[in-house]
């Protein structure tokens, strides 16, 4: 609970657990603000800084000649819902985004992400985007990195932009027109998730409970 919350943080302050906690206790009830602040105490955060100790932290500023490489974290949702600040971010200068995944190393950081992210989030914004180690080398320096998650904080958005930023693909969208040829409105629902998901058992259901 918040009072149980606030109380452990009179005590440690400077907890990183606990305002890992405070921040989706702020998030959760739309103090973004305040929330995104906290969010900087993730978990995956601070193991991405060690994972990339050797390059300075990008702070928001404008890239100039610097490039900057944006690293993915967590789930494929995760990366939808940060995509809405890729354009943006593409406008402060030089970006490239690695979306490592499990298959290329075994990682606790980097979910199996299918190839199809790539694609996706390339049609976003005109920032690169790479899957492999090998892919990453073809660019010739990297001055800089930060996490998709602390985007929000970067880029000083701390309110999701209501803007549509996702668009179908018109060659797929014609390709599967000649599947449903009725107008009904359809809406497709999906009842499971990554089943090596430490949490799965709290995401995923059967489909005749559904």
Known sequence: SERILY????????DPFLLYAKAEYLLRNRRYEEG???????????????KNKDLPVW?????????????????????????RYLKTLSEKGNVVMYLQTKSVVNDPLFINTPRVMDTMLQSISPIPVFSTPE???????????AAIGSLPLLLN???????????????????YSAYFTD???????????N??????????????AM
Request: proline share 6%; with cysteine; aromatic share 10%.
């Open 135 to 145: 892919q990453l080398a073809t660019i010739d320096k990297v001055d800089c990195w």
């Open 7 to 14: 109380i452990g943080l009179s005590y440690n302050p400077d």
């Open 157 to 175: 958005q701390p309110i999701p932009l209501p803007t549509v930023y996702l668009q179908a693909d018109l060659e797929k969208v014609s390709r």
């Open 195 to 208: 089943p090596n998901n430490s949490r799965d058992n709290q995401r995923s259901m059967s489909f005749p």
């Open 36 to 50: 995104w602040k906290c969010w900087e105490f993730r978990t995956v955060r601070r193991k991405l800084i060690e």
């Open 183 to 193: 107008k009904n409105f359809r809406v497709g629902l999906c009842w499971r998730g």
């Open 59 to 83: 702070d928001g500023s404008n890239l100039d000649e610097r490039t900057l490489l944006l690293v993915g974290e967590q789930g494929i949702g995760d990366h939808i819902m940060y995509g």
